[in-house]
């Protein structure tokens, strides 16, 4: 019996040996981490872009505004995606009477691509599509001066109401608004240019908080046309939305009495 016992007993411990001598298993592999390359984030881009657009024709602004922004916001959207980016966010500050942000995110989508181009339809929008010639204009201005293209090309007049333009929206409505006075007096040839000239120097003295010259100005365009009124986005604008529409009352009421002294 003792015999046995000893046996298995060194039985036993020739087994622990040969385990503990025995190669330990190789280690489980580590979890590969995924890699984000440059090409799954343009994909990602493409994809805000194309939800933020879908979001946008459902009449959700707001999440249309965060998924363009976010396409935006990696860097990586070729420039006629970006140019498309920065449309449907010009239509949607544009919606809204932002129509400062609209304009710039206009001027970003044809400085970032220089075939950008509204459609017909979109380009005869009463809300966006004043902003978007107006914006289009001045930039054609501003390429033409950069060129060194001579201003003796233009009348005074007109080329004073186009530089006043360009201070218009660089935001310098001082200076805006002298250029814009001053091709009113030097005599713009147009009607269709003498009330933009008289508009906008309108819009420079109500951003001035210059209320009752702006009202004044308002009422002068009635005298070149009598037809006169804002694009529903440009009445909408906060800083003389009240103003506009007291001039234009007034100055209807003046028509009214001029057309009453002359019948016979």
């Not at 036993?12 to 330990?24: D, E, Q, T, V």
């Not at 994909?43 to 707001?62: E, F, I, M, S, T």
């Not at 017909?120 to 914006?135: K, T």
């Not at 186009?162 to 007096?185: I, M, R, T």
Request: charged fraction near 30%.
């Amino acid at each position: 019996m003792r015999a046995a016992s000893a046996l298995r007993l060194a039985g036993a411990l020739a087994a622990l040996a040969a385990a503990a001598c025995a190669p330990l298993p190789p280690p489980a592999p580590k979890p590969v981490a995924p890699q984000i390359t440059e090409e799954t984030l343009r994909a990602r881009a493409r994809d805000q872009l194309a939800a933020g657009v879908k979001l946008y024709d459902a009449g959700d602004y707001d999440g249309a505004m965060k998924s363009l922004q976010a396409s935006l916001d990696h860097g990586l959207l070729e420039k006629d995606e970006q140019g498309r980016a920065r449309k449907y966010l010009a239509f949607i500050h544009c919606l809204a009477g932002r129509e400062a942000l609209c304009a710039a995110e206009f001027r970003k989508a044809f400085e970032i691509d220089h075939a950008f181009t509204l459609t017909a339809a979109e380009d005869g929008h009463p809300i966006w599509g004043p902003v978007y010639r107006n914006v289009r204009a001045t930039l054609i201005a501003e390429r033409e001066a950069a060129q060194g293209t001579p201003k003796e090309k233009l009348p005074r007049a007109e080329q004073m109401l186009v530089d006043g333009l360009v201070k218009y929206e660089a935001g310098e409505f001082a200076e805006a608004l002298g250029l814009l006075e001053g091709s009113v007096k030097e005599g713009l040839r147009e009607k269709k240019d003498q009330v933009r000239a008289l508009k906008h120097a309108a819009f420079c003295l109500c951003l001035l908080a210059r209320y009752r010259d702006c009202r004044n100005e308002f009422i002068r365009i009635y005298d070149v046309d009598p037809d006169f009124d804002l694009t529903p986005a440009e009445a909408g604008h906060p800083d003389w939305t009240r103003t506009f529409a007291g001039a234009k009352a007034q100055a209807k009421r003046m028509l009214a009495e001029k057309a009453r002294k002359k019948a016979p």
